[in-house]
């Protein structure tokens, strides 16, 4: 199941997404391939929680767990360790439609997701276990959506601009 929210931030954490998230001091950082062993289809990114280590890596980490946290106990959902976080910023890629279908970790764990800037492009898909499509999930400035880890997801390029998403999971 896939849980949309749209009221998740509070007006101040909106000014400091628009204001600092977004501004021009946060260093984003390429990656050459945004799902490990699929080359072509690259990012940049800005490690809040690292992957391997659960370790913080940036100064902007507290305000993001904050938020998934606050998503997940609205959705009475379990939130006890982050097991990372980033923010993924990805601009137009003519040769790619979508990046690849993938899972974050390979055990079970909760994802959650909010999309940070307007868009024009870069949805987010969720597939099932046989690989269809059983949720869209078009960008919306400050919409939240989570979902239980497992299924596959990816995302479309945006055509033109930048897609930035914050990407926090957990267990």
């Not at 600092?20 to 990114?45: D, H, Q, R």
Request: charged share 25%; aromatic share 12%.
């Amino acid at each position: 199941m896939v849980i949309e929210d749209e009221s998740i931030l509070i007006p101040e954490e909106k000014d400091y997404i628009k204001n600092v998230i977004l501004g021009e001091n946060i260093p984003f950082y390429w990656m050459k391939e945004s799902v490990a062993g699929e080359f072509g289809e690259p990012c940049f990114t800005h490690t809040l929680i690292h992957r391997d280590t659960q370790e913080i890596h940036s100064e902007h980490a507290d305000f993001f767990k904050k938020i998934a946290k606050r998503f997940a106990d609205r959705h009475k959902i379990p939130c006890n360790v982050f097991l990372r976080g980033c923010i993924n910023l990805t601009c137009p890629q003519p040769q790619l439609a979508k990046s690849a279908a993938h899972v974050d970790h390979d055990f079970p764990h909760y994802q959650f997701l909010l999309h940070l800037n307007k868009s024009n492009g870069g949805s987010t898909f969720i597939l099932d276990s046989k690989k269809k499509v059983i949720k869209t999930i078009k960008p919306k400035q400050f919409r939240g959506f989570g979902f239980k880890g497992g299924p596959s997801h990816y995302m479309t390029f945006p055509k033109s601009g930048r897609r930035v998403v914050a990407v926090l999971t957990f267990i």
